[in-house]
């Protein structure tokens, strides 16, 4: 989180160009450099720590005592089935960098928001910070690609209010189902209509925000008011940031809908297509209601969810009734392909990202007017030379 915090606080100073008097220019900019924590060597041990939780999970599950059943299940599972899933987590990855592009900004290149939106899934699989990794990863991005910490702050908060709406919703709608008729045999109602309310109750409250967090003036700048100006950042990016979100909805941004959508339904699809390669298919809303409300399980700040996610999926099937032998082995299929797919994918586009942000000076400057503006000085030629040496 401390990441996240570095690059989403008040810019202290714009930054400043420095046009020389014989054409040639520089940048100060505190963002030039790469996060230690966005460092390769700190990614490369992240994810030789990440792969030796793999391999301890795997040992376990070959060679554990009880487990014959769940060996089995695994060993004799349809590879066509599990194919289809790695095609569906590569579209619900795809369906991220949609969004991703018509939350920030719709005028970036696909290119760039490719390399940055499959970047931050990569993160959000390596870094223990229950996804704000990915948040952090996008931000430090924005900003070195000209941004302003005030746009990067409220987009994130729209973008992240968007990419949870469809889980929240889907909650509510399916709970309503039950509720009407529509579905039948609800194998847990005090589940289902527990997490319904409230989701519904969550949905109402983060929507009044806005109206309470009104725009205020921020405070004046000095070195004893940086509480005051930390305190103004977040109310001014949460407010504004709903009310990106709100506006976008009505809207009806093809580019929202279709990603926010996409990400989580390809993703359920992977996990029904996982219990079809063990020969099982639970019912749609316990299939639905059971990946929605177990995924709240990988809010535990673990590298990729190992342990939470999985407990949390694993626990609320069981709660359904669902059978545990043919569950956990779906589980465990799934959560390695959620997890590879895009962290295979994202570590490519970050390098590339990497590359992009070293050759263009300000790849995300079309976005004006998010991008900071930058104050240009003339300074004789020779300063400039002097100071270069």
């Not at 989403?8 to 040639?24: F, H, K, M, T, Y």
């Not at 487990?67 to 991220?96: F, K, M, N, Q």
């Not at 931000?139 to 994130?156: D, H, P, V």
Request: hydrophobic residues 50%; positive net charge.
């Amino acid at each position: 989180m401390s990441l996240l915090a570095r690059n989403l606080s008040p810019d202290p100073a714009p930054r400043v160009r420095i046009e020389r008097e014989d054409g040639g220019s520089g940048t100060t900019s505190s963002e030039s450099s790469t996060p230690d924590e966005l460092s390769p060597r700190h990614l490369r041990r992240r994810l030789l720590q990440f792969a030796a939780v793999g391999i301890v999970v795997g040992i376990v599950v070959l060679t554990g005592p009880g487990l014959g059943t769940l060996r089995d299940r695994i060993a004799h599972a349809s590879p066509g089935w599990l194919i289809v899933g790695v095609g569906l987590e590569v579209l619900s990855a795809l369906s991220y960098v949609v969004i991703f592009r018509a939350v920030f900004c719709q005028r970036m290149s696909w290119r760039l928001s490719y390399q940055i939106g499959m970047s931050e899934q990569a993160a959000n699989s390596v870094l223990s910070v229950s996804g704000a990794g990915g948040l952090a990863l996008g931000a430090w991005a924005l900003r070195r690609g000209g941004m302003s910490a005030e746009n990067i702050g409220r987009k994130t908060v729209a973008f992240f209010f968007l990419t949870s709406l469809a889980n929240v919703t889907g909650v509510f709608l399916f709970a309503a189902l039950y509720a009407v008729g529509v579905l039948h045999h609800d194998r847990n109602s005090a589940l289902t209509y527990g997490f319904g309310a409230a989701a519904l109750a969550a949905t109402v409250i983060v929507l009044a925000l806005p109206a309470v967090l009104r725009p205020v003036e921020p405070p004046a700048p000095s070195g004893a008011r940086r509480l005051a100006a930390i305190w103004w950042f977040a109310r001014y990016s949460l407010g504004q940031g709903l009310r990106d979100a709100v506006q976008l909805l009505r809207q009806r941004s093809l580019g929202v809908i279709i990603g926010s959508a996409g990400t989580v339904t390809f993703d359920l699809a992977v996990l029904g297509v996982c219990f079809l390669a063990f020969g099982y298919s639970p019912p749609v809303g316990v299939l639905v209601l059971g990946y929605l409300i177990g995924q709240l399980g990988g809010n535990i700040p673990v590298p990729g969810g190992i342990g939470g996610l999985d407990v949390g999926l694993i626990g609320t099937f069981a709660l359904y009734h669902q059978p545990l032998a043919t569950t956990t082995a779906a589980v465990l299929v799934y959560h390695a392909i959620s997890l590879w797919v895009p962290g295979l994918l994202g570590s490519v586009a970050f390098v590339q990202l990497r590359r992009t942000l070293e050759r263009e000076r300000h790849p995300a400057a079309m976005c004006m007017p998010l991008a900071q503006p930058i104050q240009a000085v003339s300074v004789p030629a020779s300063v400039a030379a002097g100071g270069s040496e």
